[in-house]
């Protein structure tokens, strides 16, 4: 299986930014963002298409800006006005299979291992 490569998270105070990477192998379909807090549901955070149209969950909408360029085949995930809440293994994923919805984890060909983000004072 594809793995996708993140990177750039870390420790920061709240209200503080973070910005992750993902490296995928080649240019693709959609790059999505993902995270995962103990206890809880991978959630959906984010996606981008090939043409750059960005699309965002209600939770991190004004916050958190995706981006991508084709060209190195990288996402990026701009975090600012971080929140305790916020803290949680974040997620790539790329490639999303043929009918698969954007939201949905196991619909994606290629996946990251994840980068923690801690969001603490």
């Known amino acids: 299986q594809v793995k996708l490569v993140e990177s750039g998270g870390g420790s920061v105070q709240p209200g503080g930014s973070l910005r992750l990477s993902c490296l995928a192998p080649?240019?693709?379909?959609?790059m999505t963002w993902f995270r995962q807090s103990p206890g809880k549901e991978r959630e959906a955070l984010c996606v981008?298409?090939?043409?750059?149209?960005?699309t965002y969950a209600d939770s991190v909408k004004g916050r958190f800006t995706i981006s991508r360029d084709n060209g190195k085949a990288t996402a990026w995930l701009q975090m600012n006005s971080l929140e305790p809440e916020d803290t949680a293994m974040y997620y790539c994923?790329?490639?999303?299979?043929?009918?698969?919805?954007?939201?949905?984890?196991?619909?994606?060909?290629?996946r990251g291992q994840g980068t923690q983000v801690t969001v603490s004072s």
């Open positions: 994923a790329a490639h999303l299979s043929n009918g698969g919805t954007w939201t949905s984890w196991g619909d994606y060909i290629w």
């Open positions: 981008i298409d090939s043409y750059g149209s960005p």
């Open positions: 080649h240019n693709t379909n959609y």
